[in-house]
C-alpha cells in the first residue's frame, strides 16, 4: 500500500494517478475527503499533515509513503512526529516533494533509519495556467524573460514514483528538469500555438510589477522575491538536466506536449 500526501496538488494527483494505473494499491490522503476526486479503485483518507496523529490511522499497511514538506501556507513543523510514526507503521520507502530551502521534514528523515529520497522539481510547466484568463483576453503581462527549464508535472510524479516502488533510490536527491529551457516569450508562444489564440505580450517593468502584486496583496518579502525571480533567477532554474530519462527509462515532456494538453483553457472560445 502506498500512502500519497498532497494527493489532491498538482504532483499529488499525477503521483495517485500513475500509481493506480501500474497496479499498486494507494490511499489518497486528503484533509477534505468529500470534495475528494480520485481514480477508481483508489482509497480515500482523511488526514492533515500538520496534526500527525490525524494521519495515523492512514499509515496502517503502507509500505511508501510520499510527503510533502507544507502545510497549507507555511513549512511543516510536524516532520519528526511523522516520519516517527511512518517508522512505527512499517513504511519502507519515503519519497519527498522538496523545496530547495530545507525543512524540518528533511531534517526528520536524515536522522532517521528510513530510506528517502528528495524528488526538487524546477519550475512546474502547470504554472502557466495562470495566464490562462489573460489569454482568453487577448493580451497577457509578464515580468522577466529568463529561460526557465520547467518540468512537466507528471515528470515529476513519474520520478517520485519510480523512488517508491524500486530499489536503488534511497539516499538520493532527484534535481528534476524539463528537456530545454525556454523564456517567458517563448512558451506563450508555444501556447499561442497550441491554442490558436494570438495574443499580445506586454512586459512590465519592476515598477510595474511591485505595483500589481502589491495591488494582489502579497506582502513586501513575497514582492522582493518575485522581483528576483524576475531579473535574477537562480542558475539552476534554467539548467536542462537527464534526471527524468535516468530515472524512468524515457524523455522528458516537452512544454509543446504541455501546452497541446491543455489548449482548451487558452482558447479564445473557451
Known sequence: MYLVAGATGTVGREIVR?????????????????NADFFPGVEVAKGDLTDPESVAPA?????????????????????PQLVELARQAGVR??????????????????????PWTWVRPMEFMANALEWAEAFRGGAVQVFGNQPS????????????????????????????????ALTTEERIGLLAKASGNAVEIE??????????????????????FAIMLGTNPPEEGGT???TVEQVTGRPARTFAQWAAEHAGKFSAAS
Open 18 to 34: 500513475q500509481l493506480a494505473e501500474a497496479g499498486h494499491r494507494v490511499r489518497a490522503l486528503t484533509r477534505n475527503p468529500l
Open 59 to 79: 499509515l496502517e499497511g503502507v509500505t511508501g509513503l510520499h510527503l510533502i514538506t507544507f502545510g497549507g501556507d507555511a513549512a511543516l513543523e510536524t516532520g
Open 93 to 114: 520507502r519515503v519519497s519527498v516533494l522538496s523545496g530547495f530551502d530545507r525543512t524540518g521534514v528533511e531534517d526528520a528523515l536524515d536522522a532517521s533509519d528510513l
Open 149 to 180: 527549464a520547467v518540468v512537466h508535472e507528471a515528470d515529476i510524479a513519474a520520478v517520485a514514483v519510480a523512488a517508491l516502488t524500486q530499489d536503488g533510490h534511497g539516499g538520493k536527491t532527484c534535481l528534476v528538469s524539463g528537456p530545454e
Open 203 to 224: 512586459f512590465l517593468t519592476e515598477e510595474q510589477e511591485r505595483a500589481r502584486l502589491a495591488a494582489q496583496g502579497w506582502d513586501q518579502e513575497y514582492v522582493e
Open 240 to 242: 536542462v538536466l537527464p
